[in-house]
């Protein structure tokens, strides 16, 4: 059974930083691209990142990037998210999701149940 | 980047009617190569993380009642509910996969009449 766990979320401060996680069980993790996408509140989703299966490829949004770094270690089978300089707008619930094939661009066909982040001074 | 247009915004159909999502793109997500349109279709119920409906704009995902189908190619496709349950209440979403970032569509809320 594939089972993703966030973790890491919590309230910080304009300019703070946080490190969410995800930890993957239930299928070969390495084979697979995974994705953070994430939700404000009473607002749709928004597409943050993707890292493909062997780490080698990552891409950002554009309200992301040269902020947030996603990683993943393949050995401990665990999906991260590097958020730094962070914003009032970078609230949201952050969903670790899995990707049906090795590559960045594949649909996301499992989530995990979220991480909610609130940056408020 | 793609910019996804759905439309709807809101719906409101009686239970065993059918519903209709339609979802547009501002560029071409058909990879020609294989021929597969990057577009797929999500189900988030309230409280929950999304699901995953339909993928290559026409695939239903392995245990997805039959009665939900996806079609379109190019830049216009749409989500079919064709006999609408009480459990089908939710936001649904497109997104493409196409080209980074994968942006989603603002969603479309379905009630029931």
């Known amino acids: 059974e594939v089972q993703l766990l966030e973790s890491g979320g919590g309230l910080v401060q304009p300019g703070g930083s946080l490190r969410l996680s995800c930890a993957a069980s239930?299928?070969?993790?390495?084979?697979?691209?995974m994705s953070w996408v994430r939700q404000a509140p009473g607002k749709g989703l928004e597409w943050v990142s993707v890292?493909?299966?062997?780490?080698?490829?990552?891409y950002y949004a554009d309200s992301v990037k040269g902020r947030f770094t996603i990683s993943r270690d393949n050995s401990m089978n665990t999906l991260y998210l590097q958020m730094n300089s962070l914003r009032a707008e970078d609230t949201a619930v952050y969903y670790c999701?899995?990707?049906?094939?090795?590559?960045?661009?594949?649909?996301?066909?499992?989530w995990g149940q979220g991480t909610l982040v609130t940056v408020s001074s | 980047d793609i910019v996804m247009i759905q439309s709807p915004d809101s719906l409101a159909v009686s239970l065993g009617e059918r519903a209709t999502i339609n979802c547009k793109s501002s560029r071409n997500v058909l990879y020609t190569s294989n021929s597969k349109n990057y577009l797929g279709w999500y189900q988030q119920k309230p409280g929950q993380p999304p699901k995953l409906l339909i993928y290559?704009?026409?695939t239903r995902e392995s245990g997805v009642p039959d009665r939900f189908s996806g079609s379109g190619s190019g830049t216009d496709f749409t989500l079919t509910i064709s006999s609408l349950q009480a459990e089908d209440v939710a936001v649904y979403y497109c997104?493409?996969?196409?080209?980074?970032?994968?942006?989603f569509g603002p969603g479309t809320k379905v009630d029931i009449k």
């Open positions: 290559w704009a026409s």
């Open positions: 239930g299928f070969t993790f390495s084979s697979y691209a």
């Open positions: 890292i493909s299966g062997s780490g080698d490829n990552t």
């Open positions: 999701a899995k990707g049906a094939g090795g590559s960045c661009d594949s649909n996301l066909d499992f």
């Open positions: 997104q493409q996969y196409y080209s980074p970032p994968f942006t």
